[in-house]
């Protein structure tokens, strides 16, 4: 069995910075409740005037993952996108990216797992990698979330949260530098309304003859914020205990924890749980929002790019979202 490596990083987030005040200029919320609740500060919006899809802003965060993995992008065997927010309901993002890249007609898969999406899909670049069937694979997250969500006071509980982004990484076959050394999936489906868009979707659908009979909540995204956040602290750590406890480590040996950037105030509980130090842990919540499952390779493709985390490094991922579905991934940077 092979193994595995992350080779390169990138990231791209669009450049239109949307402040908690500017929000309060929409809605009924403040800087306060915000930071109080989530740790958000900021976030990206894609300006309405010029969208940026969620498949071009992977393609450009791809292009800085191959620079600095070195290979060309020729020797890439395999795409692996991860989103919620694709461009169409079908085909995937995968291969528009597979287009955009002007790639030989490599395989490409969707992954639909929200803000776990870049676990699993790391797990499948691992998998993939292990086997020996490819030897570089591009994984993405990239959301394109602002267009979607409920901007009145209405629905100030989700769209103060979510943020567009894309991160990217080259899963390569690895050396003895450097290896990703288990991912850990899970999903609890009797949760999957807890946190959902229903539509749209073959059974949520605009009635042509009758459009009034759709109601627009189920083209916007719901949540019971209790419920998630009271999973989440505990699924987190779970996932965090199982990779370690796999491979023989405790929370010392974690050079740096990067969680899916959900809430700041999750972070810290696992933080504080998992008695880790303010310097083996990466947030970057505070000027992104959340977003989904384009926040870890963010995450990680800043860490990297600020030297919060160095080749050698112990490097944990985590996620929890909808679903529910969550996971870890455990690795030798
Ligand atoms: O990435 C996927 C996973 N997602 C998560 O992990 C999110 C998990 N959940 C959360 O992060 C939190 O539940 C939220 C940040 C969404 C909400 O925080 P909370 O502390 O659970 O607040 P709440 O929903 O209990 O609401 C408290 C109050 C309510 O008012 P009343 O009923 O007490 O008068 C809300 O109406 O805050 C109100 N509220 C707001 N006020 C100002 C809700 N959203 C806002 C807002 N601004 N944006």
Not at 103 to 115: E, F, M, S, V, Y
Not at 147 to 161: A, Y
Not at 262 to 280: E, G, H, M, T, V
Request: hydrophobic letters at 40%; aromatic letters at 8%.
């Amino acid at each position: 069995m092979y193994k595995s490596r992350i080779s390169g990083l990138g990231h791209f987030l669009p450049p239109n910075v949307v402040s908690n005040n500017d929000l309060s200029k929409l809605m009924d919320t403040s800087d306060k409740w915000i930071q109080e609740r989530t740790g958000i500060q900021n976030r990206r919006w894609v300006d309405p005037e010029n969208i940026i899809s969620s498949s071009q802003m992977g393609f450009r965060a791809a292009l800085t993952a191959i620079e600095s993995s070195g290979i060309d992008k020729s020797d890439i065997d395999h795409i692996l996108f991860a989103t919620i927010s694709p461009d169409h309901y079908f085909p995937g993002n995968g291969v528009l990216v597979q287009d955009l890249l002007g790639l030989d007609t490599i395989g490409a898969t969707d992954i639909r797992n929200a803000c776990s999406g870049f676990i699993y899909a790391l797990s499948v670049a691992n998998a993939y990698i292990q086997t020996g069937q490819y030897e570089n694979i591009l994984v993405i997250g990239s959301e394109l979330q602002s267009p979607v969500l409920d901007k009145s006071t209405n629905g100030r509980d989700l769209s103060v949260i979510f943020g567009d982004g894309a991160g990217a990484a080259i899963v390569s076959r690895g050396n003895n530098e450097s290896e990703i050394f288990s991912t850990h999936l899970h999903s609890e489906g009797r949760n999957a309304l807890e946190l959902s868009m229903k539509g749209p979707s073959a059974i949520h659908w605009i009635d042509k003859q009758d459009p009034t009979k759709v109601s627009p909540e189920i083209f916007a995204p719901q949540m019971n914020g209790t419920v998630v956040f009271k999973n989440a602290v505990v699924r987190f750590e779970q996932v965090i205990l199982e990779a370690l406890n796999k491979n023989g480590m405790t929370p010392e040996d974690i050079n740096c924890l990067i969680p899916h950037q959900a809430n700041l105030r999750i972070s810290q509980f696992i933080q504080k749980k998992l008695r880790l130090r303010d310097d083996q842990i990466f947030n970057n919540i505070q000027n992104y929002g959340n977003t989904t499952g384009a926040s870890i390779p963010i995450a990680l493709s800043e860490a990297f790019q600020n030297n919060k985390i160095r080749r050698g490094d112990i490097v944990c991922l985590a996620a929890f979202g909808a679903g529910f579905t969550w996971g870890s991934a455990l690795l030798k940077f």
